[in-house]
């Protein structure tokens, strides 16, 4: 089936299907199957024309971020382990 895009998506495929799922549930992403691929360009066509669901996926996409989600692991992560953050710089 031939239907290029119309415009440029950026397309993250997000794995494993969990994390995928779950941005779904939320309303912050579509997720194509690997079988779906072929007709998946002419359904992120369609999407890619839909402005409204564009920027209501955006706006629940950015209230999930964690930017600081790295860093709050592994400060949890050393607090388990009895370590410190000062004695974790110093190994």
């Known amino acids: 089936m031939d239907c290029p895009l119309s415009c440029s998506l950026s397309v993250r495929v997000a794995l494993p299907k969990v994390n995928a799922g779950y941005l779904v549930e939320?309303?912050?992403?579509?997720?194509?199957?690997?079988?779906?691929?072929?007709?998946?360009?002419?359904?992120l066509d369609k999407l890619a024309g839909d402005e409204a669901r564009w920027t209501a996926?955006?706006?629940?996409?950015?209230?999930?971020?964690?930017?600081?989600a790295a860093s709050a692991l592994a400060q949890q992560l050393r607090a388990l382990a009895g370590d410190s953050p000062r004695r974790a710089r110093a190994a």
Do not use: T
């Open 26 to 43: 939320q309303g912050a992403a579509v997720v194509l199957d690997d079988q779906e691929l072929g007709e998946g360009c002419c359904r």
């Open 57 to 68: 996926m955006r706006e629940r996409a950015s209230s999930l971020a964690r930017p600081d």
